[in-house]
């Protein structure tokens, strides 16, 4: 079984989270569904009248029958955002403490970082392929380094990134290796909650966003070992994630096969996009993408980008993180047909 040097937890985690008492609610305290409810001053009239389960039990029970997971290795947040918040608030001293992100990646990691007060180290994808370049990563992890983030599939880029990179830093860190698999789903190889029981220190974050077709709802998930699962527990706000999202979420998961079909008709069309982009002399490079959207590179993506927005036509402009480059979502067939004819006009 792989080692990791992974120090004992209760070194990681900031000295007021080890001794916070958390909010005790109503739920804690009496978790049956049958009786006269009287103990957290609900209103007695309504059809969302009651606070839901605070720790999604029927949620996590089905998500862990589906991914072969226990469930007290699974948390459920409000979007994966909140996920990443409480990440910082456990492990990472403010003013003290730093984190490793991988640029270009997903901007939400520096903008918790930043409002936690965690300083940021950047160590930048390779050029082109954007895989980790981890003898650099390991080079900038120092005392006080707490968290590395590795987006795969990588947001904007779309790209896998290999897991030997990935196991190489798991195995030579002594902090919390973060692998955010928003876009798993889609991709060609397997999740890496497989590895969970050989790695303490990965945590592993998805979400109903993007697959499952429920961004609307906020449930994001993070998998880890069951102490750390804990930490998360006694952190969060006690109502995190509300009836309604928790029945969303139950209902998806009811329905595997319309999941099935309609990831299969995203996977279909990515490939006839990829293949009309490519009739297009106007798009010069479009890089290999194991998610849901495509990152192209255009001879002038500002005149492309605002010349589809006045179609009607709305992409993510991306200059500022891979020049001259826009990320375009597979939409339905309409939405790319649509997409296409703008692009050819």
């Known amino acids: 079984m792989p080692q990791s040097p992974f120090r004992d937890l209760g070194s990681l985690v900031r000295k007021n989270i080890l001794s916070l008492k958390p909010y005790s609610s109503a739920r804690d305290e009496f978790s049956g569904k049958d009786g006269v409810f009287l103990d957290a001053n609900e209103n007695p009239f309504g059809e969302l009248n009651r606070y839901p389960d605070p720790y999604q039990r029927e949620l996590k029970q089905k998500l862990g029958k589906l991914k072969n997971v226990p469930a007290e290795q699974i948390f459920i947040g409000n979007g994966s955002d909140e996920v990443i918040d409480l990440t910082f608030r456990i492990f990472c001293e403010p003013g003290k403490d730093n984190i490793i992100i991988c640029p270009p990646t997903y901007g939400m990691y520096e903008v918790s970082a930043n409002i936690n007060d965690v300083a940021v180290q950047k160590v930048d994808l390779t050029e082109g392929t954007f895989q980790l370049n981890t003898e650099k990563i390991l080079g900038a992890i120092n005392k006080n380094t707490k968290l590395i983030f590795v987006c795969c599939p990588n947001n904007p880029t779309g790209n896998g990134v290999k897991w030997l ?20 789903d889609f991709a060609s190889y397997k999740s890496l909650i497989t590895e969970l029981p050989n790695y303490q220190n990965l945590l592993i974050m998805q979400t109903f966003s993007k697959a499952w077709g429920l961004a609307g709802a906020r449930v994001g998930i993070a998998y880890a070992d069951a102490k750390i699962i804990s930490l998360f527990n ?14 969303a979420a139950l209902k998806a998961l009811d329905n595997c096969p319309e999941f099935e079909k309609r990831k299969n008709i995203i996977l279909k069309e990515k490939i006839l996009i990829i293949n009309k982009l490519k009739e297009l002399s106007k798009v010069k490079n479009i890089y290999p993408s194991e998610a849901n959207f495509l990152l192209i590179e255009v001879d002038n993506a500002d005149n492309i980008y605002n010349d589809l927005v006045s179609k009607k036509v709305i992409t993510r402009h991306r200059s500022n993180l891979v020049k001259n480059c826009i990320r375009i979502t597979i939409g339905s067939p309409e939405e790319n047909e649509k997409l296409i004819n703008a692009l050819k006009q």
């Open 165 to 184: 990179d990935i196991k190489k830093i798991l195995e030579n860190f002594n902090g919390i290796v973060v692998v955010d698999e928003a876009y798993i």
């Open 234 to 247: 006694k952190v969060k706000p006690p109502y995190n994630v509300s009836e309604l999202n928790q029945k």
